[in-house]
């Protein structure tokens, strides 16, 4: 008898059968890692808006108040009074809000009045921060095709400072005319979902301090 080769129809089926699993497994796995890799490529781009639109609107905070001629707040021989500073408001100034409005100067010879395009802003709006470049001017920051804005909150803080000890004569009696320097902070937060993936969502957190510090009150003449 001549000796059988190849395979038998039950091998035949066990090796397919093998080959499947083996297959299904390796396709299953490269689902699983497409997932993973298409997660964390949605989560990177959402932390970078965020990290973006952050870093924008904490720049021009800090510049809130910026008056190109502070020495013009100093009274003149022979003036009636000092010019205060017109690019000094700010607001939110003492409530959490989701919008801010705040001016600083962009002249290049100072002119001592708040111009229209001196007017900046921030505000939550349909999903998205808009920034306002110039009076009614408003233009979204964020792409709402590529993230959703569920919360901006801008909330402010105010440490005040008594300058009083640097006037010639002292309060009246029963006055209020204490100069006094206000230091302002705000503390930023932002939260946002991808739309890509709802079920993606950061938030990130600042704190900005404004470099023009505001003087309120003056000493006793």
Known sequence: MRTARGLSLVELLVGLAI???????????????????????IEMRLMQD???????????????????DAAAALPAAGASAPITNPYAALAPSDAASNAVSFSYSRDTAENHVLDSNE?????LRNGAIELQLGAGNWQALTDAGTLTVTAFDITPTVQTVSLLEHCRLPCPAGSACEP?????SLSVAIR???VADASVERSLRSEVRVRNDALVGACPV
């Open 192 to 194: 946002a979902r991808a």
């Open 180 to 184: 006094r320097l206000q230091r302002r």
């Open 50 to 68: 965020l990290r973006t639109a952050a870093d924008i609107v904490a720049r021009d905070l800090r510049r809130a108040g910026h008056w190109g």
């Open 119 to 123: 007017q900046f802003g921030f505000r």
């Open 19 to 41: 080959g499947l699993l083996i297959s299904t497994a390796g396709a299953s796995l490269l689902v699983t890692q497409f997932r993973e890799h298409r997660s964390a490529m």
